[in-house]
């Protein structure tokens, strides 16, 4: 592999470069920033913050639109600096902004219901009044991965700062040059430029964002560096949101339509070069259409085309890997597949930072590729002999991200997607759950701890905060039970009120009014 391309990633002397993995060419740089500078740049947002959080929501809108305005203007200058960043073709960078877009679009219109000050009831205190707000934490860190750089980078900061949190965003050192074309951009709106600050680097300087305890942590990465996070903050008990890894299965059921399964499970698995955290990693077939799947499979798998072009009507369907330590871990998984037994019906190898679209079988358990996410352009296919047996062998993993289920029986497949221990479902199709704004996503078990998208997801960002108001009425009976003496009352109106049969209800009015 190319010494420059090695480079990727690598801080040298003070600066990061701008390196395209499909050409091995530099395009540019940014200076890195000091780890010893991070606390003071968390201070400075902090400071921000006490005007932002306090801003109506509609002005909060107002200023955000600019942005909106500004990112449609430049549509095709973030997707050519997506693709030289990643190695990805324009269009599938385009499938980024749009997705980003579709969301953004949605927050500024959801963003005044999901974050309204909601009344609730008082229970058994009837002269009082009880509302929750919605408060922002103060200062969120978003920590964010190589894969999808722009929308993982900017929908978390999206929805810190509608919801009236500053932000110190820390993008992938894989992928600086978006980074730095988002740090310019929320530059150029003023009512944003403050709100907002951007720091440069790898896993050193993500580490001293969250020992400089913000009030939350945001981060979208590896189980791994969740982990790592996860301990660091819990030194100050700052909370942190984890979007993580995962190992999705896709299920194709005895009824599914086999070439759609083929086409959308193809789709899903080798867009991006795989690099997907749902992207469907384990294919489960049910045995009596496990043939004819693979076949599919491979008549889809044959007309994709890989390569690199920054050209925006290129025709290649995905392109280079985006990370040299992601061809390295691909090609580690392949090995100890091939080792432990299994069949490569095709692909298996890589020439510099293109992977061959790669199909497996003969799997075991015991085997890398089956069980740990390998994240780059391999489709393994595992027969089962029933959907019981798919929904087990889904289940049996340490992740739980998402999955796909393909079945013409829709109440079918809604059982099996309801046996399903992961965070969101897709049933007839792949990755396009991500799409959908207003739908949770997030993981279960180690995939993660939190949501993104939805209104689940903007209140990540915001802590409910509750207010009770009203004089205490000195008829009232959550006052009257304060008062020394009437132990006998307060019991007879907790029966009354609240026990759970008709017997000891009753009991309670009794000694009401004997009262
Ligand atoms: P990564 O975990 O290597 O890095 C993620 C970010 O964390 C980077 O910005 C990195 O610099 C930073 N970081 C690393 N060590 C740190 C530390 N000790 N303290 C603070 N920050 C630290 O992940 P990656 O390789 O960039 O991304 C790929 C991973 O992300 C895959 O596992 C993928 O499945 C996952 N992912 C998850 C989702 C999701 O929504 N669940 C989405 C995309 C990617």
């Given at each position: 592999?190319?010494?420059?391309?090695?480079?990727k990633?690598?801080?040298?002397?003070?600066?990061?470069?701008?390196?395209?993995p499909?050409?091995?060419?530099?395009?540019?740089?940014?200076?890195?920033?000091?780890?010893?500078?991070?606390?003071?740049?968390?201070?400075?947002?902090?400071?921000?913050?006490?005007?932002?959080?306090?801003?109506?929501?509609?002005?909060?809108?107002?200023?955000?639109?600019?942005?909106?305005?500004?990112?449609?203007?430049?549509?095709?200058?973030?997707?050519?600096?997506?693709?030289?960043d990643t190695g990805k073709?324009?269009?599938?960078?385009?499938?980024?902004?749009?997705?980003?877009?579709?969301?953004?679009?949605?927050?500024?219109?959801?963003?005044?219901?999901?974050?309204?000050?909601?009344?609730?009831?008082?229970?058994?205190?009837?002269?009082?009044?009880?509302?929750?707000?919605?408060?922002?934490?103060?200062?969120?860190?978003?920590?964010?991965?190589w894969n999808?750089p722009?929308?993982?980078?900017?929908?978390?900061?999206?929805?810190?700062?509608?919801?009236?949190?500053?932000?110190?965003?820390?993008?992938?050192?894989v992928t600086?040059?978006?980074?730095?074309?988002?740090?310019?951009?929320?530059?150029?709106?003023?009512?944003?430029?403050?709100?907002?600050?951007?720091?440069?680097?790898?896993?050193?300087?993500?580490?001293?964002?969250?020992?400089?305890?913000?009030?939350?942590?945001?981060?979208?990465?590896?189980?791994?560096?969740?982990?790592?996070?996860?301990?660091?903050?819990?030194?100050?008990?700052?909370?942190?949101?984890?979007?993580?890894?995962?190992?999705?299965?896709?299920?194709?059921?005895?009824?599914?339509?086999?070439?759609?399964?083929?086409?959308?499970?193809?789709?899903?698995?080798?867009?991006?070069s795989?690099q997907?955290?749902?992207?469907?990693?384990?294919?489960?077939?049910?045995?009596?259409?496990?043939?004819?799947?693979?076949?599919?499979?491979?008549?889809?798998?044959?007309?994709?085309?890989?390569?690199?072009?920054?050209?925006?009507?290129?025709?290649?369907?995905?392109g280079s890997m985006t990370f040299?330590?992601q061809?390295?871990?691909?090609?580690?998984?392949?090995?100890?597949?091939?080792?432990?037994?299994?069949?490569?019906?095709?692909?298996?190898?890589?020439?510099?930072m293109?992977?061959?679209?790669?199909?497996?079988?003969?799997?075991?358990?015991?085997?890398?590729?089956?069980?740990?996410?390998?994240?780059?352009?391999?489709?393994?296919?595992?027969?089962?002999?029933?959907?019981?047996?798919?929904?087990?062998?889904?289940?049996?993993?340490?992740?739980?991200?998402?999955?796909?289920?393909?079945?013409?029986?829709?109440?079918?497949?809604?059982?099996?997607?309801?046996?399903?221990?992961?965070?969101?479902?897709?049933?007839?199709?792949?990755?396009?759950?991500?799409?959908?704004?207003?739908?949770?996503?997030?993981?279960?078990?180690?995939?993660?701890?939190?949501?993104?998208?939805?209104?689940?997801?903007?209140?990540?960002?915001?802590?409910?905060?509750?207010?009770?108001?009203?004089?205490?009425?000195?008829?009232?009976?959550?006052?009257?039970?304060?008062?020394?003496?009437?132990?006998?009352?307060?019991?007879?109106?907790?029966?009354?009120?609240?026990?759970?049969?008709?017997?000891?209800?009753?009991?309670?009015?009794?000694?009401?009014?004997?009262?």
């Amino acid at each position: 592999m190319n010494e420059i391309i090695r480079q990727k990633g690598k801080t040298s002397q003070g600066r990061l470069l701008f390196i395209n993995p499909a050409t091995a060419q530099a395009f540019g740089e940014i200076a890195t920033t000091d780890p010893e500078g991070v606390s003071s740049v968390v201070a400075e947002m902090r400071a921000a913050g006490v005007v932002w959080g306090k801003t109506p929501l509609r002005e909060r809108i107002a200023v955000m639109k600019q942005l909106y305005q500004l990112l449609f203007d430049e549509i095709d200058e973030i997707t050519a600096v997506i693709t030289q960043d990643t190695g990805k073709p324009r269009q599938e960078a385009l499938i980024e902004v749009f997705t980003s877009l579709n969301y953004f679009s949605t927050l500024l219109k959801k963003a005044p219901q999901w974050l309204k000050t909601e009344r609730v009831g008082t229970g058994l205190q009837f002269f009082k009044k009880a509302w929750i707000q919605q408060k922002p934490y103060g200062v969120v860190a978003v920590i964010a991965p190589w894969n999808y750089p722009f929308i993982l980078t900017i929908n978390p900061i999206l929805g810190a700062l509608i919801s009236g949190n500053t932000v110190v965003a820390k993008g992938s050192e894989v992928t600086p040059a978006v980074g730095a074309l988002l740090q310019r951009y929320f530059g150029r709106i003023p009512g944003l430029s403050d709100k907002i600050r951007f720091v440069f680097g790898g896993g050193e300087v993500g580490a001293a964002l969250v020992a400089a305890v913000p009030d939350l942590v945001y981060v979208t990465g590896s189980v791994e560096t969740g982990r790592k996070i996860s301990e660091a903050a819990a030194q100050n008990l700052t909370p942190v949101v984890c979007e993580l890894g995962g190992k999705d299965a896709m299920i194709v059921l005895a009824d599914a339509d086999l070439e759609a399964a083929a086409r959308w499970g193809v789709w899903g698995a080798f867009s991006n070069s795989g690099q997907t955290c749902m992207a469907p990693e384990r294919v489960y077939v049910v045995n009596s259409v496990y043939e004819a799947f693979l076949d599919a499979v491979q008549r889809e798998i044959e007309r994709l085309q890989v390569g690199y072009s920054l050209q925006v009507d290129a025709k290649n369907h995905y392109g280079s890997m985006t990370f040299p330590k992601q061809v390295e871990i691909v090609t580690d998984h392949i090995t100890d597949a091939v080792e432990k037994g299994a069949r490569i019906v095709c692909g298996g190898n890589h020439n510099g930072m293109f992977y061959e679209p790669t199909l497996a079988v003969g799997l075991s358990e015991s085997m890398k590729v089956a069980r740990e996410e390998t994240f780059g352009p391999v489709m393994p296919i595992i027969p089962v002999n029933d959907a019981a047996e798919a929904i087990q062998r889904a289940n049996d993993s340490p992740y739980g991200l998402s999955a796909s289920v393909f079945g013409e029986d829709e109440a079918q497949a809604r059982r099996v997607a309801a046996a399903l221990a992961v965070g969101t479902v897709n049933i007839n199709d792949t990755l396009t759950h991500y799409g959908i704004p207003q739908l949770p996503f997030g993981g279960v078990k180690r995939s993660g701890t939190g949501r993104s998208n939805g209104k689940a997801g903007l209140l990540e960002f915001t802590q409910p905060i509750g207010y009770v108001s009203g004089k205490p009425k000195s008829f009232d009976i959550a006052t009257l039970i304060r008062k020394p003496g009437n132990y006998s009352l307060a019991k007879g109106a907790l029966l009354a009120l609240l026990a759970p049969t008709f017997q000891q209800k009753w009991a309670g009015v009794q000694q009401l009014l004997r009262r």
